[in-house]
């Protein structure tokens, strides 16, 4: 169980008053940032982790949407400051009533109650948008797979869970686009990683050949030493490159091969495990890297992997 | 306009971040909170006044509440620690997103956002339970009509308006009576008015004459000169007399007399209302002391023009 074992690094003691380790999982819709929220938020547990995502900050529902000129994705056609407070008030470690937009009806429903646990995932469209923000997270990831693969992404679950027809999502893509480009892609400059789930430029992979990843690791917080995670063994499965950023600032590319052999990943996963848990010794989450069931990613566990690392840093 | 009036007691310019004038209009069902909130909201305008519910609040709607052991006036009922975080946050001139029971369905619906005008006026069944709700207002009022007159009120407005049968209505008094002394009634003590509309004791009253009222002026915050108000010509509509409070404290007890002359009565109100206003010569407003289409209170009308006092008083 990691989660008795991420006690271990604790006082036995509940520390009433301190603060939650607030992160952000920002990116434009069907970018997996759910799947990412939800595979991190389940291995700390219910207890430590509360995961919730600020697109329920919608003003309208869906059939006032159809007479407002602005998508979703339009900080307009959201409560922004409303979200800015209540993550203001979850970063002081005090509730909020959180507004709940149900997708599958496209309604706005009763409000939660939300009691911030000691880390709190904050998912959605706009959650880096503003300074205010922005201000209210320890740590900041986007996620951008290439446009082709979130486009399958998105026609497949908004076609299987949300009722929608291939040919609807494909025009409500393409009406997003001015929106997309004017206040979701911006929020990737604002983040502490950027993670890109993609295959491999010039890798001719087979069909079925699982994702591989690039990690932006930048430099605007500490990122773990993975010096000795990138021995020559490893290199198959992960590599580690000093490039420099869209805007010209020097990062750490981390890339992660999805076509490296299942055994390569485990080694470099442990190694980074060890880093990060404290008790040595102890066995791996056994839904590390899961993004639906009976399916592994090893690019999502190296960076679920990560993103606990920092968790629990900064909890530290 | 008396909304035109009252700015010139103001700046021209608009005041930035000023904070409002809190009102809490607290008391039991039924005992003509909302009769007295809206009569101030509207006097004041829309421009310039918010008007909240805090009965909004409910944990639970009317199906749920079947399975829980305490009524709506409990407030284990009730989200009690986000009413005090928007209550803060109200105070402080920021906009909330206020959860919303629907009375007519007995559903949580959708919150809405509410932002603070110069005046926010706040009823509601438990605005003055903890300590830190009062602290959010600078006047409290607390409305306690006798046990009988608020009997006849719910039945009349629960059948007309909410759908009840007389007998589900009884039932439910007798079922939130402990609740009521338990919670409600003892917020009386935290009121700087206390406002008790009744016929007078002893009076013979003829049928339909007017209520007549009881107002405590607490010594906990400062009230008009009611002096030059109460001279011999006006003894038949309002008298001012030192009393001792229910727990032995000092307090000024203002009788208004529905029984009087209604011309008695408009010489108060204008001598009040000459007091309150900055242009001598402006009119009274048309709608005040109105408490239903055509019909109106005296007594109501002298309660309106004191709160008035102290919210233009508080804004000064």
């Not at 848990?277 to 899961?290: C, H, N």
Request: charged letters at 30%; one cysteine or more.
């Amino acid at each position: 169980m990691p989660d008795k074992l991420f006690r271990l690094r604790r006082s036995e003691a509940p520390e009433q008053g301190r603060r939650p380790v607030m992160v952000a999982i920002c990116g434009d819709s069907a970018t997996g940032k759910t799947t990412l929220t939800r595979g991190i938020a389940d291995i700390l547990g219910a207890d430590r982790a509360t995961a919730i995502c600020v697109d329920d900050y919608h003003k309208y529902d869906r059939a006032e949407r159809r007479d407002v000129p602005f998508t979703v994705l339009n900080p307009d056609c959201n409560y922004i400051d409303i979200m800015e407070q209540h993550l203001q008030l979850l970063a002081m470690g005090r509730p909020i009533l959180k507004p709940v937009y149900d997708h599958s009806t496209g309604t706005l429903a009763r409000p939660v109650r939300i009691e911030p646990r000691e880390f709190v995932i904050v998912e959605g469209l706009l959650p880096l948008h503003s300074k205010l923000s922005r201000a209210c997270f320890d740590i900041a990831v986007y996620l951008d797979p290439p446009e082709e693969i979130r486009r399958q992404w998105k026609l497949r679950r908004d076609c299987a869970d949300r009722g929608y027809t291939p040919e609807q999502v494909l025009a409500e893509l393409e009406r997003r686009e001015p929106d997309s480009a004017a206040y979701i892609r911006p929020q990737r400059q604002w983040a502490d990683l950027a993670i890109r789930f993609a295959p491999v430029a010039g890798h001719e992979d087979r069909k079925d050949t699982p994702l591989s990843a690039e990690i932006l690791l930048r430099p605007t917080i500490m990122h773990p030493d993975l010096s000795h995670v990138l021995t020559d063994d490893d290199r198959r499965t992960l590599h580690l490159k000093l490039i420099r950023d869209s805007d010209g600032r020097p990062v750490d590319a981390l890339h992660v091969h999805g076509y490296a052999p299942r055994e390569d990943s485990r080694i470099a996963e442990k190694a980074i495990w060890e880093q990060l848990s404290i008790d040595t010794g102890a066995a791996l989450p056994e839904r590390l890297g899961e993004y639906a069931p009976g399916k592994r990613s090893e690019a999502l566990a190296i960076a679920q992997l990560l993103l606990l690392w920092h968790l629990l840093e900064a909890r530290a």
